[in-house]
């Protein structure tokens, strides 16, 4: 069974509170409005953070979609999460999911949905909507979006969606939640903080890595607080490889 991440307490996040807001207005909205959303944005905006604590508050079923699954891979996931038992072919598979939604009332949310878009079968979340009318969200990359829209074979399962929500990049109180939540005898000096978030690009996961740093370097060093001075010339995880010392 595909699990959405563990979280302990990320609400404050911004893209924790956007990821709500738009499972809010899908699961909320008038009948007669399309019942499809997507949150997008590039890798390391804590996107599938988001992701897992709105799963956890909707009971939302979710699957997260891996680069080599097929369709019927993808189909039979998704039962997997509900628990169902899987027919044979994939038309039966997707009457099944959609069944299972309009029944439960729960919504879905498929995660990595740019493996879906590659691979070829997005219409068949169109067809799984059609069947349940129950609010489904997609998540994936930053074209996400301009990649579905290009594509005139899938321009009926653009036409399903009420919204597209962008993650933003991380801020400052985004990181000092992170430092609270996983480092919480760790202090940081506002200047360091905010280099880091230049240096990570903004990316919740690279600050994270970043935070881990301080906090070893704190426990070496028995640090009360890493500050500018402290932490000296010892350079940032940018996501790349250092370069050799001559």
């Avoid at 404050?12 to 007669?32: F, G, T, Y």
């Avoid at 997005?122 to 349940?132: C, F, H, L, M, R």
Wanted: glycine share 6%.
């Amino acid at each position: 069974m595909t699990q959405p991440p563990t979280v302990n307490t990320v609400a404050p996040l911004q893209n924790v509170h956007h990821c709500m807001q738009a499972m809010r207005r899908v699961m909320e909205r008038r009948d007669h409005l399309p019942g499809l959303i997507g949150f997008y944005g590039p890798s390391g905006f804590g996107k599938s953070t988001a992701a897992a604590y709105v799963a956890n508050r909707y009971q939302a079923y979710y699957v997260e979609v891996k680069s080599n699954w097929p369709e019927g891979a993808f189909l039979k996931a998704v039962l997997s999460e509900m628990g169902i038992k899987p027919e044979r072919r994939n038309y039966d598979m997707v009457d099944q999911i959609s069944q299972q939604l309009a029944l439960s009332g729960r919504p879905l949310i498929i995660d990595e949905f740019d493996h879906v878009v590659k691979k070829g079968y997005p219409n068949t979340i169109k067809d799984i909507y059609e069947g349940s009318h129950t609010g489904i969200m997609v998540i994936g990359e930053e074209l996400l979006e301009a990649n579905i829209a290009r594509d005139p074979d899938l321009e009926r399962l653009h036409n399903r969606f009420l919204e597209w929500v962008a993650a933003e990049p991380a801020d400052l109180n985004d990181a000092e939640h992170m430092r609270a939540l996983y480092y919480p005898a760790l202090q940081v000096e506002q200047e360091l903080m905010q280099e880091v978030l230049i240096a990570s690009k903004h990316e919740l996961r690279r600050i994270v890595v970043n935070l881990d740093r301080f906090n070893n370097l704190a426990v070496t060093e028995g640090l009360d607080k890493v500050t500018r001075a402290a932490w000296g010339n010892r350079g940032f995880f940018t996501g790349h490889a250092q370069k050799r010392r001559v």
